[in-house]
């Protein structure tokens, strides 16, 4: 009777858009519980689709999509509260776990908390997000073979073992997506990380600039990230106003330098300015300078992406070659 009032105690909630990793069933992410729903491979064909593909858990084809539940999380009975800055003060660490599943999915995951009986507009962008591709893959592969039936781990040293016929029931999966998640999700609530970092708050823009919008928005974004990186790591010796009039190519020239180890030269700093020129023109007059194209935009955006996995702890994927990108456009004669 005890274990059966305990259970009754326990609190589930519905969860949009959560994909999970080939033939992981279940995610424990700081206190909460993550599992599928029964109708998961359902629920998950009807979730937008970029490309059809083949040969993974599921095949996929190209869809437009909508917004679908696919999981069910447990919800422990006594919650800890939120570390990133959500302005709500009864804001739970539920908010930044979503979040982290938001960030390294490219989806929007967020939790069903109204009843069936109010009709709503949700909200929320359905959308795979446009960017944050270098970021999903900083994470750290953990590969193991997993039992199609019971759920079992073994390395692969242990299937190798076996025979033909009993490898047929394992499959290969990454159990590091889950270890991965928990490590930042630890580093983002310790205090050392919230004290340098002010809370976080740079993370939400991040967010808002990865997802599917004109370049023009993302890149601003992004820009707005990096002069609050500055100001964060500068408030101990300026004062707002001295950072606030500061050009912002000293302030790129410095994320660059500390987070990306490059020296600036002075062609460097000219085509670091060329490209203030084109923030600067965007946020005025809503159009970019003749002289940078979208590709030096893009970069920014994909050199955005290694700043926050290098801020999370992470070894940033340099999976659409941004750092080399980023070494050829500060070697540019153009100006």
Known sequence: MQLKAQQQRKKF??????EFPPYIKKLTIGD????????????????MWLLTSYGSEFDRQTKTGSHQVTAIVEVPQTEK????????????QLYDVLFLLTIFTGRNVFEKNWDDENDIAIIQDYRMHQYGGQLITSLNGEWVFM?????????EEEIK?????????WNKVDIGFEKNLNQVLNKISSKSWQDEYEGGYFLLLFKS??????????????WTVWEHIFAIKNRNWLDDKTIEQMS?????????????????DDGARKNIQRINKTRNRLVHFGKKTDNVDFAEMNMFIRLTEQLIATILGLRP???????????????????
């Not at 909460?32 to 979730?47: L, P, Q, T, V």
């Not at 073992?161 to 029931?169: F, P, Y």
Request: proline letters at 1%; glycine letters at 4%; hydrophobic letters at 30%.
């Open 32 to 47: 909460y519980k993550f599992k599928r729903i029964g109708n998961y491979k359902e629920a998950s064909d009807n979730m």
């Open 81 to 92: 509260k939120c570390e990133l800055p959500w302005g709500d003060k009864k804001s739970t």
């Open 248 to 264: 912002s190519d000293k302030k790129i020239s410095y994320i660059l330098n500390k987070y990306f180890l490059k020296d600036i």
């Open 147 to 155: 039992n199609i039936d019971t759920g079992e781990f073994r390395s």
């Open 13 to 18: 909630l519905e969860i949009y858009n959560l």
């Open 209 to 222: 600039a990865m997802q599917r919008q004109i370049i023009g928005t993302s890149f601003i974004l992004c």
């Open 161 to 169: 073992g076996m025979d033909n016929v009993e490898q047929m029931d």
């Open 317 to 335: 994927s340099n999976l659409f070659n941004s750092f080399d990108e980023l070494d050829n456009f500060l070697k540019k004669s153009k100006h």
